[in-house]
């Protein structure tokens, strides 16, 4: 079966600090990756997606960067955190080549720029 | 780009039944799917509407009306354990597909 792992859990950083947040899947071969972050009481905002190694599709402008070093490895970075970069940040997949309807989603890192 | 909309907040009573709305704006639009998140944890996929109608999973039956880019959740014999956000989320694009989510519709289940 698949699955997927997401650390740390939870991540207190001061600002101007770097981030890097990773997340594995396991039990599956090219997966679709995204990396979401959830604002306190909020939707969930895409914020980049891979359909492969190397291959990584922004949705917004901003500090941060992505990473598709593996095939089933996803990294988030940033080089300085801002205060606006707090949030609950996801990862999720799905499987390559069908209609993707459903995301799998780690258990998340809920990260606090202090 | 893509707009949904939901109410931000459903109050229900243990047993009853309640249906949570999803409006949307999006063009390449492939379907609709409805997520459950707890407090503190990560969504969790319920279902997904492609063609018009209902889909009827356990408690949880999802509906999908595409002419009217009108999509609803509804579940019934309401649990404590319900109570959590459902995000409704659209499957949309040209070439690439990607889910756009709502802001989420906070159900509190009371005794």
């Known amino acids: 079966s698949q699955t997927i792992h997401q650390w740390p859990a939870t991540l207190v950083q001061p600002v101007g600090s770097p981030l890097s947040l990773e997340c594995t899947v396991e039990g599956t071969s090219n997966p679709n990756l995204y990396w979401y972050r959830q604002a306190a009481g909020r939707g969930l905002q895409l914020l980049f997606y891979s359909v492969g190694i190397g291959q990584i599709s922004s949705e917004v402008p901003q500090n941060l960067s992505a990473s598709r070093p593996q095939d089933r490895q996803f990294i988030l970075s940033s080089k300085k955190l801002l205060l606006s970069d707090s949030g609950f940040y996801l990862c999720a997949w799905s499987p390559a080549g069908t209609v993707n309807y459903g995301y799998t989603f780690g258990s998340g890192t809920r990260l606090t720029v202090v | 780009g893509q707009s949904l909309e939901q109410p931000s907040e459903v109050t229900a009573v243990e047993g009853a039944i309640v249906q949570i709305n999803c409006t949307y704006q999006t063009s390449g639009f492939y379907g609709l799917s409805w997520y459950q998140q707890h407090d503190g944890g990560a969504p969790t996929f319920l279902s997904y509407?492609?063609?018009?109608g209902l889909e009827e999973t356990g408690r949880f039956s999802s509906f999908l009306s595409r002419s009217d880019s009108y999509g609803y959740l509804l579940l019934q014999e309401l649990q404590m354990k319900d109570s959590a956000s459902y995000f409704c989320a659209v499957l949309a694009g040209r070439g690439y597909q990607k889910v756009t989510f709502g802001i989420g519709t906070k159900l509190q289940v009371i005794p």
């Open positions: 509407n492609a063609l018009d």
